[in-house]
Each structure stands twice: as C-alpha cells, then as structure tokens.
C-alpha cells in the first residue's frame, strides 16, 4: 500500500463547478501537506502548503487538513478551463530524514470543460 | 525572481551511456532536491543536497548520483542508462535548511529518453 493515495480520475466538470481533490495517508510523521499543479510537460507549481490540521485559502483555492483522519482536500471554486492540469498532492515529515523529501499521491487529472 | 531552471530540456541516450543534468536553484536557496517522474511510479525522491552535502537519499541504485557546487548549483550523473531511466528529472529548491520541507519550488524538469 502507498504512503499517500489520490484517486487518480480523470475528473471532469463544466466551467464555474466546484472542483474537489483528495488524498490520504498512513504515515502519522506527516506534517506538512502541499498541493501542486502540473500542466502537461511542465513542471510542478506549489498552489498550496500548510502546515499541520486546519484550514488555508487563497482566492478560489482551500486546502483543508484533517491529520485526525489522515485526509487532505483541495477545493477550486469557480473552476476555469485554465485550471484543466494534473492536481498533486504532496507531504512531508519534520526532522533530518525529511530533507527535501517530499512524498507524492498519483496526481488527479482534471478537465474544466466551457 | 527568476526560477528553477534546469539544462538541457530533453536529451536521448542509448542504453550503457551515461547522462548529467543540471539545475541552478532559485538565488538565494542553498537546498536543493532532485526527483524522478514516470508515468506508473509518480513523483519519487532521489536526493537532497544542502551546502554540497548530500543529508538525504532516495531508494534508488548507486547508478544515481549527485553533487552540489559552492554557489548552490548542483548536477544530478546517471551512469549505465536502462531503458527504465527514460523519464522527467525534475530539481527543486527551497530556501530553508532546516529539517521539514519547506516551500518546494520546482524546475520545468529534463526529460530523458533512453533508446
């Protein structure tokens, strides 16, 4: 079984829906949840990171943390077609073995149809 | 600011050769990270380097190697190409030292192909 799970779609919705991303995880070290956004051959955009339980917004982006149950969320509100891209989650442990290591889901492609 | 950038872009290898990317970090980051992306494996960890010192390694084979230069720049070595390093190399850096990630800013990654 993998450290972190994201259901890997794809997942599609009409433009302005609101778009909900998951992941879980096992490894109770976790502490700190990141979401990236990957356009096709590109690399990894940082949208979100926190730190521990709770929640962060950013314009029409939330992330919430629920280290209790092991589960993170991304929600996109008023999704746009520019946000058509692979959502990543990502997180990481505190301490010396987590030096730069972050460990990723599989990634959820989304399509934002007009 | 300029970002992660990362030499070359894409590069084809045949089987045996050996392989060596580059990536300069973000001005002012003195750690950076190396991952491999591949379509069934994901996003994995390779290695960590933080003031020339490699503090932490992936579980990949010793064929991975890596190393970081006096201004933060660092070249991740390939050697022995299989067909299963065909892949995205993607470097990241952060501004931190201290353990935990930090903000993870990455490059737009050095695709391989290995023939």
């Known amino acids: 079984q993998k450290e972190v799970e994201q259901d890997p779609g794809p997942l599609s919705v009409p433009e302005g829906a609101i778009v909900s991303l998951n992941c879980t995880y096992s490894?109770?070290?976790?502490?700190?949840f990141m979401w990236y956004r990957q356009y096709s051959r590109k690399g990894p955009e940082l949208l979100m990171y926190t730190y521990s339980s709770g929640n962060k917004e950013d314009g029409r982006f939330t992330a919430q943390v629920d280290k209790s149950s092991k589960y993170i969320s991304l929600f996109i509100r008023d999704s746009q077609p520019s946000d058509s891209a692979t959502y990543l989650c990502a997180m990481s442990a505190a301490g010396g073995t987590s030096y730069g290591k972050l460990t990723f889901g599989q990634g959820t492609i989304l399509t934002v149809h007009p | 600011k300029a970002g992660v950038t990362q030499t070359p872009r894409y590069l084809i290898k045949t089987r045996g050769q050996q392989v060596t990317l580059s990536c300069s970090p973000i001005?002012?980051?003195?750690?950076v990270s190396w991952y491999q992306q591949t379509p069934g494996q994901g996003l994995q960890f390779l290695f960590e380097y933080f003031s020339e010192t490699q503090r932490n390694k992936g579980n990949f084979p010793g064929r991975f190697s890596g190393r970081q230069f006096s201004n933060s720049r660092s070249e991740m070595n390939v050697s022995t190409l299989e067909l299963g390093d065909s892949a995205l190399y993607l470097c990241?850096?952060?501004?931190?030292?201290?353990?935990?990630?930090?903000?993870?800013?990455f490059g737009e990654g050095s695709r391989l192909t290995v023939l």
């Open positions: 490894n109770s070290a976790f502490q700190y």
């Open positions: 001005s002012g980051h003195r750690s």
């Open positions: 990241a850096s952060r501004l931190a030292g201290q353990g935990g990630s930090g903000e993870l800013f």
